[in-house]
């Protein structure tokens, strides 16, 4: 199998092209868990370096992680049925009362790109859905994601009932246009990423720590 030209098929976004080499590889009897790891973890790592770049945009981004995900959708029935899980898994959403959700679904797409399993909460999540998702799910990470001034201090009230419900051992990380390290600080979470790419490398650094 040639891991390469799927690894190329994911940076260029051909959904076509990624599916049918995944296709390929699946009917060739290769180990779905390779398929993920050595065909399009490689491509989605290439895509954020260059947007940490800045070589390429949100747009380009989106198109690469769309053919990932659909790769990643053929794949995830044989590792399930082989009873591999994803090593990590992350829980993340957007916030009580934003309705914002490009930043957030780029950072789920580009998470399961790096072997996490991703639960997303979807948008205007209150601190209790939080709360007992983490409960239910046991993550290794959180990702609060907000994108006006005015529900920032949402992100401040779910770090709180998380820590108010004992919820510990679980990393929070927080994003978005008006976030900054000095507010992740501020509000007690355990990190802060400035776009999708750092995010990945952030929670990696946070469940590894």
Not at 6 to 21: F, M, P, W, Y
């Amino acid at each position: 199998m040639d891991f390469k030209a799927l690894n190329q098929a994911v940076v260029a976004g051909n959904r076509d092209q990624a599916k049918k080499l995944t296709q390929q590889a699946i009917d060739e009897g290769v180990d779905p868990q390779s398929i993920v790891e050595q065909g399009l973890v490689p491509g989605m790592a290439i895509i954020g370096e260059k947007f940490k770049k800045n070589e390429i945009f949100v747009p380009e981004m989106m198109i690469a992680a769309r053919a990932m995900k659909e790769s990643l959708a053929m794949v995830e029935p044989l590792l399930t049925k082989a009873g591999i899980k994803p090593k990590y898994t992350a829980l993340i959403g957007t916030v009580q009362g934003d309705l914002h959700d490009i930043g957030k679904n780029l950072v789920a797409m580009m998470l399961k790109g790096a072997n996490f399993g991703v639960v997303d909460l979807g948008i205007n999540v209150t601190p209790q859905k939080f709360v007992d998702a983490a409960k239910e799910h046991k993550p290794n990470v959180i990702g609060l994601s907000a994108l006006l001034t005015t529900t920032m201090p949402a992100m401040k009230t779910t770090i709180e009932a998380l820590k108010q419900a004992g919820v510990n051992g679980v990393k929070v990380m927080i994003g978005g246009a008006p976030i900054t390290q000095q507010y992740a600080d501020e509000i007690g979470a355990d990190g802060y990423a400035p776009d999708a790419a750092s995010a990945v490398d952030l929670a990696s650094q946070l469940v590894s720590a």
